[in-house]
């Protein structure tokens, strides 16, 4: 695994370890490297009243874009005790928003140790984004 990469798998095992589930205790971590080359993370945070709690990449996302940044390079995720943790639907939905097809997703198998990298196009084939309502 490249610097670059460990870098962003780093930031994102450091964003899990404060991830809030305390109900179903699966934390998840996400860093973003942003076009600029910044990383931006964030963490799963639960709520007792489900579903409305919120997904690492989306407050990963929240991060880059509160700080300027719209575009994403890639991401890495990481599930605490977890095999490769894929994002759900409604993320892949939003890093699509910031990305493009060819944006590199990596996925780390905490059990193995082993990186699984995909594009969003494998991710999210024919996916609904801005081009679609130009």
Do not use: W
Request: charged share 15%; hydrophobic share 45%.
């Amino acid at each position: 695994m490249d610097t670059a990469l460990k870098a962003l798998f780093d930031a994102a095992d450091a964003a899990a370890q404060n991830a809030y589930a305390p109900y179903s205790h699966f934390a998840v971590g996400a860093a973003i490297r942003g076009a600029s080359g910044v990383v931006f993370s964030g963490c799963n945070v639960e709520n007792a009243a489900y579903p409305v709690g919120s997904c690492a990449e989306a407050g990963a996302i929240a991060m880059m874009v509160a700080a300027g940044e719209t575009r994403i390079a890639e991401i890495a995720i990481v599930g605490v005790k977890s095999n490769p943790c894929y994002p759900c639907g409604a993320c892949r939905q939003r890093i699509f928003e910031f990305s493009e097809g060819s944006t590199r997703v990596h996925l780390r198998d905490s059990v193995k140790g082993s990186v699984i990298t995909h594009s969003m196009d494998e991710l999210l084939p024919h996916a609904f984004g801005p081009r679609n309502l130009a």
